[in-house]
């Protein structure tokens, strides 16, 4: 990537909606509801004109500042570890903005939340050019030393990167202890759940060194993963479905089938979830594990009891007022008679709510309730829509941080097909974030800078917009 593409940091439309109301009698599903019998302004005659504001001002966020009086300088006194530049990485309050004191303390927040801090003031200075802006931090102890004792199965790089602990971080009981935590999970990841893990501040005449004691205990592998009481799936296909692996006919002892318990519990949830997406809503499954002599090999059995599958009886749309009921049922691809289907449910969720996000109501909500009828192997379904209200385009402005600003406001709106005054089309809305991505002028590294986006704000009458 050219360097100049790499200066753009940040990239972002913001667009704010204005609520309309419409009649539901007229209302139809498809076509995006841009017009025709969706009701509503048309569309203006010319794309949107973006406030020459927002470019010479540098790509400004988009919010109201209170106060006449500017920000001159910040500075940041008392740290000794932390970076002064990774302190103002945190805060609002800059030279050349106006000077706001809740602001301040809510920068005050952010330095007390950042857990480097025992103590975090500020005072305010009042010169000719403007306020001079002082943060005086009392850092808390530093980690002198890290020291991990015990551990033979991993070894130190593996741990400090799971640990998250290291020399020269704030010396923190809480992150000590979460820290444990951590380590005695990936411990458990790697088989070894026996694993215990203490802390100790303090070692060899270094009161600052974190010391971890490790009690590793036995590496456990699996043997043999069998599963039994299934009759629709074979054993073959249930074991591809479960994470967890055994060993390959005693050559592959020791690959891939490391014992995590929690892995194991989780399979069973995830046979459970199987068997109920194939209709079979009330299937069971439990698991027995065995362990040998040695303490090192185990034999998992998931136990299957499949119960009846259940036949869709009737499907049922309540709470639509915009679009009919005839036409949400054409959305749908489950039926009257067939095997429920937890798969096809969720594409039939996801395609209603989508169906209405296209019209304008973005903020719709869908939710799928089977109701069991007295027939053993009978269920119906309920779709509950809560609709929402319909949203148009009312504003739209650009934000783009980094120098320099080699592309006017309306050659990127040209990129994407959104016009003020139009009902919100979700369609639209994704199709423009992918022209952004594909354009490969904005920095997209998630470490340097967020990627470009296009952002819905709802407007409300309590803002003030006049630059």
């Known amino acids: 990537m050219p ?19 419409s009649t539901p009698s007229h209302a139809q599903m498809g076509g995006g509801g841009m017009g025709g019998s969706g009701g509503g302004a048309p569309p203006p005659n010319e794309r949107a004109r973006f406030r020459e504001h927002v470019h010479d001002m540098g790509g400004l966020r988009i919010r109201r500042e209170s106060g006449d009086t500017i920000v001159t300088s910040v500075e940041i006194r008392g740290n ?12 609002e309050t800059r030279p050349d903005r106006l000077f706001d004191e809740e602001m301040v303390l809510s920068d005050i927040r952010k330095l007390n939340e950042f857990g480097a801090f025992s103590d975090v003031r500020y005072r305010i200075e009042d010169r000719p050019e403007g306020k001079h802006v002082i943060f005086e931090v009392v850092e808390l102890p530093t980690v002198s030393d890290v020291v991990y004792f015990g551990n033979r199965g991993l070894n ?3 741990l400090r990167g799971r640990s998250g602990v290291q020399a020269n971080d704030p010396l923190n009981e809480f992150t000590i202890e979460s820290a444990v935590r951590r380590l005695e999970d990936y ?13 100790q501040v303090g070692h060899q ?21 069998r599963i039994v009481g299934n009759q629709i799936e074979g054993e073959a296909r249930l074991k ?44 069971h499954v439990s698991r027995l594990i065995e362990y040998d002599e040695t303490g090192k090999w185990l034999n998992v059995t998931f136990v299957v009891v499949e119960n009846e599958r259940y036949i869709i009886n009737d499907i049922k749309i309540v709470g639509n007022q915009f679009v009919p009921e005839e036409q949400l049922r054409e959305r749908l691809t489950l039926k009257p008679g067939e095997f429920f289907s937890g798969m096809k449910l969720n594409l039939d969720t996801s395609e209603l709510m989508y169906s209405y996000g296209t019209l304008g109501f973005i903020y719709c909500e869908v939710e799928p309730q089977p109701v069991m009828r007295d027939e053993p192997d009978r269920v119906d379904l309920v779709f509950k829509i809560n609709e929402g209200d319909r949203w148009k385009i009312g504003q739209i402005f650009v934000n783009i941080e980094g120098e320099p600003h080699l592309m006017r406001e309306t050659m990127l709106l040209n990129q994407l097909d959104l016009v003020e ?9 994704e199709s423009g974030r992918n ?26 009458d309590s803002f003030d917009y006049e630059y």
């Open 187 to 199: 411990y458990r990841e790697q088989g070894f759940n026996n694993a215990v893990i203490s802390s």
């Open 156 to 158: 130190d790089r593996e």
């Open 421 to 429: 005054g139009q009902y919100i089309d979700r369609r639209k809305l």
């Open 205 to 225: 005449g270094d009161p600052r060194a974190v010391v971890f004691r490790i009690s590793e205990g036995v590496k456990e592998r699996i043997h043999r993963i």
């Open 3 to 21: 360097q100049w593409l790499a200066l753009f940091n940040v990239f972002c439309f913001t667009l704010l909606f204005t609520l309309t109301t």
């Open 240 to 283: 591809k479905v479960i994470r967890s692996r055994d060993s390959f006919m005693r050559v592959g002892d020791y690959i891939g089938n490391t014992a995590n318990l929690q892995q194991i519990d989780a399979d069973v949830d995830i046979l459970t979830s199987y068997y109920r997406n194939l209709g079979f809503l009330r299937a």
């Open 80 to 91: 000794r570890f932390v970076g002064t530049a990774k302190v103002l990485q945190l805060l």
């Open 435 to 460: 022209v952004l991505n594909r354009l490969q002028l904005f920095e997209t590294n998630p470490t340097l800078a967020d990627a470009p986006d296009i952002k819905v704000v709802p407007q409300e």
